[in-house]
């Protein structure tokens, strides 16, 4: 288990709330969990799941399965890698409703 656990390489993005419009997810940067530090890093890892209810358990079936898995993500590469990934690849963006650039 500890050895699963430490393919996650803890870059935060599914620790923000995402939005699917098919066939495009959005990663909403100005919405995180309570928990993820300025340093995108979960301040309560070791009890993630007693602290915050919206926090799900990786596992195995979810690395090949789940369409909220943000790329980049060890777990989806991990899952790539293996010639196990179940889903065709996603679109993805990352959204800042706070960006004024345009």
């Known amino acids: ?5 430490a393919v996650c390489k803890q870059c935060g993005l599914c620790c923000h709330d995402k939005v699917q419009v098919a ?17 995108g890093r979960c301040t309560v890892y ?16 979810r690395a090949m399965s789940a369409a909220w898995i943000p790329p980049g993500c060890a777990y989806l590469e991990w899952a ?17 409703a706070c960006d004024d650039s345009g």
């Open 23 to 39: 066939p495009r997810c959005w990663v909403l940067l100005d919405s995180k969990c309570q928990f993820l530090g300025d340093d």
């Open 80 to 96: 790539r890698r293996h010639h196990l990934r179940l889903r065709r690849k996603q679109e993805w963006s990352l959204l800042d």
């Open 46 to 61: 070791a009890e993630r799941f007693k602290r915050c209810q919206a926090c799900r358990k990786m596992t195995v079936w």
């Open 1 to 5: 288990m500890k050895r699963w656990e």
